[in-house]
């Protein structure tokens, strides 16, 4: 697995990593809970016939300035900015849970900016007849396998590498925790369902089948909601980061769709 | 020094299989549990005891805030307070304290403070805590990522409600109001402000700049302590503040009788129901993302003592025998002698001018706690009071002069009910 190339964008004043790779039509990556730590089996999958363009969220591993964002709109603001000038305007995007969030509002908000979108178990909903998990409420043994059906692949995903600072690689990890909780807490509720009638583009609904965070009834709701032609589909053997768990299934799904 | 009473007032009916049976007693312990009519009961013995301890000579009594918990019924301190400033005539009352970042808007506190410090002629200390992960965070669904930003800014608007003259617009980051003008004022210019904390270094460098009084509250006794309070002195040191140990408080579980093995006897049901049962708590509650500051988890990763004063580690290592948790410091307890020189000990080691004591801790009786309160009144306190009497204590209420106070009417707590 070869490493991508390594750019930064300015965002209000925080340096943001952009990693490209690959080459052939530009498909933009926005990552789920916990960010982008290292590259991943999932993006070189993406990358055999796409340039993979992933910019980091704020507080998310390569990018800092959270803290500066304290409302909703103030987030939106970021994403877009991050959109616009990792020159992912007008392209296909895809982004899961966290980022996938930021998909759907970049779409929704600026329907005419984005070619085609795909979104795994994005947040923003919440149905309290069929809660979302708190993420931020499990015991330090539990989280992996809420995240991951495979609990492994997310205790490996996060384990500091060799040759990383032991200090601040695990204060990352829990800043992209942070920042996702600051934009998000307590409920994941963004409120989303108001904005997503305003999504033309068409979009594709991915959901790992043992998601254990995201109800699989929101991909109905969205879909319901979504102005855009909607596609739902489940991939087997992957819980709420599916591209990590099962990174050559969801990246076909992603592909095929926007071929 | 200052001695000080201090009550969490937990609910004293906890199951003795609520630690196999329910998996917190914090934030989603279950309501099944809780029964009002015998709560009824709690809370007036609870305030009994709090009265009898003004009664007794107690420099000031202490109560805090909880949300959904079981060791904790106070959400509101400020109506224990209130209902102190009533009952207690010359004993300081130190609400430790308001979260905050809780109130919407802050502004509330201002004026609820302000109440208490007019209603008690002067008397009130004001505690500013961030709060609890549990508290804060789950129980109250604040953000943890902005907590420590929003009460900052609600500490300013506070201060500012209390000092400015004139009505003015307060434009915050996350508060905005118009008009800010609180009726009533408090007596005191400011009500002194304490603060409790962790071992966080922010905080300490924090209370050292605004000269504020740092409190350590923790329920695992001087051992922790210890290493906590060396880092708030030597931080002091480097930012050229002195040594006055009335900058600091610090909490004690406390248990005296006539001897050692009787105070082991009368106090182990107590001591083992507050730590067996009041301290279970799910650790899924510790660790919000962002409670802890960054250059907080940078020292907690390199130091073991500001390790060992986090959430997570403290859910840990709960001790269930009496014999362990006095062993290991988080009760003392003996004859008054003894007490008196563990405290002595703590008080000279630790450099802390402000004991707050649990007299009363788990289910432990109104008889049982009168009688420690009593005792510790009568044997212990005379002997330490003195203690650091060559500093000056700049941080205490300042309140009217007694002679110039309203009369409280004839219903004043009565001694004998103690005995």
Request: aromatic share 10%; proline share 7%.
């Amino acid at each position: 697995m070869s490493e991508p190339t390594t750019t930064t964008i300015d965002i209000n004043g925080h340096p943001c990593r952009v990693w490209t790779k690959g080459s052939g039509p530009k498909i933009g990556w926005l990552a789920g809970f916990g960010g982008l730590p290292r590259w991943t089996p999932f993006l070189d999958e993406l990358a055999k016939t796409r340039t993979v363009i992933a910019p980091s969220l704020p507080g998310h591993p390569g990018a800092t300035g959270h803290n500066l964002l304290d409302s909703h709109l103030d987030w939106i603001v970021a994403a877009r900015q991050i959109i616009v000038k990792s020159g992912l305007e007008g392209e296909d995007i895809a982004g899961s849970s966290v980022g996938g969030s930021f998909v759907a509002e970049f779409a929704a908000l600026w329907p005419h900016k984005v070619k085609r979108v795909a979104l795994i178990a994005p947040w923003g909903l919440f149905d309290e007849k069929d809660p979302a998990t708190d993420v931020w409420a499990q015991r330090p043994d539990d989280q992996p396998g809420v995240l991951c059906a495979d609990p492994q692949i997310w205790k490996d995903f996060k384990a500091v590498p060799a040759g990383a600072n032991s200090v601040e690689w695990p204060i990352e990890q829990i800043r992209a925790s942070e920042a996702a909780a600051r934009v998000f807490w307590p409920l994941g509720n963004t409120k989303i369902e108001k904005r997503l009638p305003l999504i033309l583009a068409p979009t594709l609904l991915l959901w790992g089948e043992q998601d254990r965070v995201m109800p699989r009834s929101y991909a109905d709701t969205m879909a319901r909601l979504i102005e855009g032609k909607t596609t739902i589909k489940t991939i087997p053997g992957a819980g709420h980061l599916a591209d990590l768990d099962q990174p050559a299934a969801t990246a076909r799904a992603i592909l095929e769709f926007m071929s | 020094m200052k001695l000080m009473w201090f009550h969490l007032m937990p609910y004293t009916e906890l199951p003795d299989d609520f630690k196999q049976k329910h998996p917190s007693v914090w934030v989603d312990i279950h309501s099944s549990l809780f029964d009002p009519k015998r709560a009824h009961h709690m809370y007036n013995d609870f305030m009994d005891e709090m009265e009898f301890a003004a009664e007794v000579g107690f420099d000031a009594v202490c109560c805090n805030e909880h949300h959904s918990n079981g060791y904790g019924l106070m959400p509101s301190p400020n109506l224990i307070a209130s209902a102190l400033a009533r009952r207690t005539t010359d004993t300081a009352i130190c609400v430790m304290g308001n979260s905050l970042a809780l109130y919407n808007p802050p502004t509330r506190v201002a004026e609820e403070f302000a109440m208490i410090d007019c209603i008690s002629g002067g008397r009130l200390i004001a505690g500013f805590p961030v709060g609890s992960p549990m508290d804060t965070c789950y129980a109250y669904g604040q953000n943890p990522s902005m907590l420590r930003e929003r009460y900052l800014e609600a500490h300013d608007l506070v201060m500012r409600a209390w000092t400015e003259k004139e009505t003015f617009a307060f434009n915050g980051r996350f508060n905005q109001q118009r008009y800010v003008n609180i009726w009533p004022r408090p007596i005191q210019n400011h009500p002194p402000v304490w603060v409790p904390g962790g071992g966080s270094v922010e905080t300490w460098r924090w209370c050292a700049e605004m000269d504020y009084v740092y409190c350590y509250l923790s329920y695992y006794g001087y051992k922790t302590g210890l290493g906590v309070m060396k880092g708030f002195w030597e931080e002091m040191d480097k930012l050229g503040k002195d040594r006055n140990p009335f900058r600091a408080g610090f909490l004690q579980f406390v248990g005296v009788a006539e001897s050692r093995s009787e105070a082991l006897e009368r106090y182990a049901e107590a001591a083992e129901y507050f730590y067996g049962r009041c301290l279970h708590i799910d650790p899924k509650f510790a660790q919000p993302p962002g409670y802890v500051t960054e250059a907080t988890q940078r020292v907690g990763l390199q130091s073991q003592v500001v390790k060992a004063a986090s959430y997570q580690e403290k859910f840990k290592k709960r001790p269930t025998s009496m014999q362990e948790i006095v062993d290991d410091g988080y009760v003392i307890i003996g004859s008054p002698k003894d007490v008196e020189e563990q405290l002595r000990e703590v008080a000279v080691n630790m450099n802390v001018g402000n004991l707050m004591m649990l007299l009363q801790y788990g289910n432990m009786s109104k008889e049982l706690t009168k009688y420690n309160t009593k005792l510790f009144a009568e044997q212990v306190m005379p002997k330490l009071k003195p203690l650091f009497s060559e500093w000056e204590h700049k941080w205490w209420p300042k309140p009217m002069q007694r002679s110039a106070r309203a009369e409280l009417p004839s219903f004043s707590p009565r001694v004998e009910a103690a005995e």
